[in-house]
């Protein structure tokens, strides 16, 4: 390249603050694009999963592959918050410019519908785990065929944690949205 002395940087520590500076500039790409992804992926692959096992050729998905998908799904849920939580952080703290749309989305997404929301996410999880209960129950406690009850008891579980999960990143949204 023509220089006379070496390169002045560091390659591990500034390829970090350069990742760190796409974090915060750059959510998009990072983690909303691909959390939608995962979000629409698992949600279909769950639902048709949890009506019927899906038969490819020499190949059945069943309650296993419900399992992952439903792990797609929920990862893909955090991805999206974490993309909301970093643009909040960006904007609240001024490393990139609050827009309209910005404003117009703390009005109708703020803490109390999250918490709302939140709680009946997690009651349909409850719910859903009574009914498991109930399944079981009417076998004594005893053995259970899986393939039915995990077609249950995986919303429910999944719904459990997608409540929790709203209703706390509800508060933090409001605590990083507080105004200085």
Sequence with gaps: DGRSRPPHLNTWRDGWRHLRFLILYAPNWLFLYPGILLVIAGLVLSTLLILNPIQLNDLTLDVHTLLYATSFFLIGFQFIIFYGL????????ELLP?????????KIINLEKGLVLGFVILLIGVFLSIKGLYIWSNTNYGSLDTNITLRL?????ASIQL??????????????GLKK
């Design 98 to 106: 609050k827009s309209n749309r910005y404003d117009k989305l703390f």
């Design 153 to 157: 008891i995986t919303p429910a579980i």
């Design 86 to 93: 970093t643009k909040v952080f960006a904007v609240e703290n």
């Design 163 to 176: 409540g929790i999960q709203t209703m706390l990143y509800s508060l933090f949204f409001s605590i990083l």
